[in-house]
């Protein structure tokens, strides 16, 4: 993989799975769904309610002038409601939250799979342009060398003013392209680091060489058929359609059930003071009163307006959805996983023929150097051939750059990435 090639892509990352902005909001979008399953699964159990107020009431019915009472002081009381029998429409939702909270865990563990392959992509573009940027400069200095030379000329009278000009515009434009490359580098570094949730990336970190991986065509095929047989069942987005396969199904038994009856226990507890007054003797008396009331009630809604027909279409087409998104990622995966087996070997080939470009140049400095040493060839001759030097490094970085991507893209795909390691082990569980 990238990172074990390069130490400090390892470390964005880590970094990246703590601090990036789309991890964050992924971890928000998981204890949402914590919260809305403790909702759902609140309804499995009682629920309990208080009341209380300070008042003062007098009541006297007209034809009976014996009849007057008077209640003041505190008046309080408790009352519980406890669902009884719901068809198992309750722990059906419960258990949709439970569905909620995993289909939650594997969106953070996608989020998690693009976001590495975003840092990889970019952090291998950023190697390849800070190789340009090199190039770039030294393409300025050659082009600076060739205008002192040409200036001398002029000034011996060897070349006219005219002939000067072509020189000092190859070397305006040179510094063109620097400044355009160095900027480039800039600007992709920043987005880098706003990608991984840092404020900045130093320069210092980033190399000037992407180390080759080892390519071998023999075996590869082998290891394709292992990864296949072991990824697609296991991947994230998988177990996440089955996990919305699973949630239709309970919200189409909760909806065919909004039109039984729902059993339920209720019962209240409550106590106020009522004074009786005397009509003969104006005494009054003081009486406590104690309410108490259990008992097992029914609701039973017989028309809701077609409101259940249209719930149980819904969780019908949410399910047939979800099935038929199950299909297609199986069988995607499948031709992503052998197209992108192809391109791996295409760009493992090109590899190797790049790096043996890259070698033939490298020697081809090396004995230009001896021959600029010896007298033998010029320092024009020499830039010349490092230019075509830095020209197949970059080829040759880019086409690594190109095999790790392709490569990591793959392992990617099947849902067996090993940077997924990192996340904690509850986001890869299967929701029941």
């Known amino acids: ?19 990036s902005p789309s991890m964050l909001a992924a971890n928000l979008d998981l204890a949402s769904a914590e919260g809305q399953r403790i909702v759902n699964r609140s309804a499995l159990f009682p629920v309990l309610s208080a009341n209380g107020q300070y008042a003062y009431t007098e009541t006297a019915v007209s034809s009976n002038t014996s009849s007057r009472s008077k209640t003041n002081g505190p008046l309080y009381g408790i009352s519980f409601y406890q669902p009884l029998f719901q068809w198992g429409t309750l722990k059906a939702q419960a258990d949709i939250g439970k569905l909620q909270v995993h289909i939650a865990e594997k969106s953070y563990v996608e989020a998690y799979r693009l976001l590495a392959l975003s840092i990889r992509s970019q952090y291998l573009t950023l190697i ?9 400069q ?18 011996d009278g060897r070349i006219s003013a005219g002939d000067i000009t072509g020189y000092r515009l190859a070397v305006d434009e040179a510094r063109i392209w620097a400044d355009q490359a160095v900027e480039d580098y800039d600007s992709t570094r920043k987005t880098l680091a706003r990608i991984v949730g840092l404020a900045d990336i130093p320069d210092e970190s980033i190399p000037l060489e992407v180390p080759k991986p ?15 047989r072991v990824g697609v069942e296991n991947s994230v987005m998988l177990s996440t359609y089955e996990d919305q396969i699973k949630s239709s199904k309970l919200n189409y038994k909760i909806a065919k059930y909004r039109l039984f009856p729902k ?16 009509t003969i003797t104006r005494k009054p008396t003081l009486t406590a009163i104690t309410t108490t009331q259990i008992g097992v009630g029914a609701n039973w809604t017989i028309f809701d307006g077609f409101a ?30 052998r197209q992108l087996e192809r391109q791996i070997s295409y760009a493992g080939r090109l590899m190797d023929l790049t790096q043996t470009r890259k070698e033939l140049t490298a020697a081809a400095i090396e004995k230009v150097g001896n021959d600029v040493r010896s007298g033998v060839s010029s320092q024009n001759t020499l830039d010349i051939v490092t230019q075509n030097a830095n020209s197949a490094e970059i080829t040759a970085m880019s086409s690594r750059a190109d095999f790790l991507m392709k490569w990591s893209t793959y392992v990617s795909v099947l849902g067996v990435d090993p940077v997924l390691k990192n996340l904690p082990s509850s986001n890869l569980r299967n929701g029941k």
């Open 214 to 228: 080892t390519f071998a065509p023999e075996t590869i095929g082998s290891y394709f058929e292992e990864m296949k």
């Open 138 to 155: 030294f393409g300025v200095r050659v082009a600076e060398s060739t205008l002192s030379v040409q200036e001398a000329r002029l000034r």
């Open 128 to 136: 390849q342009k800070k190789m340009k940027v090199r190039n770039q």
């Open 1 to 19: 993989m990238p990172e074990d090639l390069l130490p400090d892509l390892k470390r964005l990352l880590d970094v990246g799975m703590r601090e």
């Open 263 to 278: 059993f339920n226990v209720t019962g209240s507890f409550g106590q106020s003071n009522q004074t009786q007054v005397d």
């Open 308 to 337: 259940t027909r249209g719930a149980k279409m819904s969780a019908l087409a949410a399910r047939r959805l979800a099935e038929l998104k199950l299909k297609q990622f199986k069988e995607s995966v499948g031709d992503t996983a």
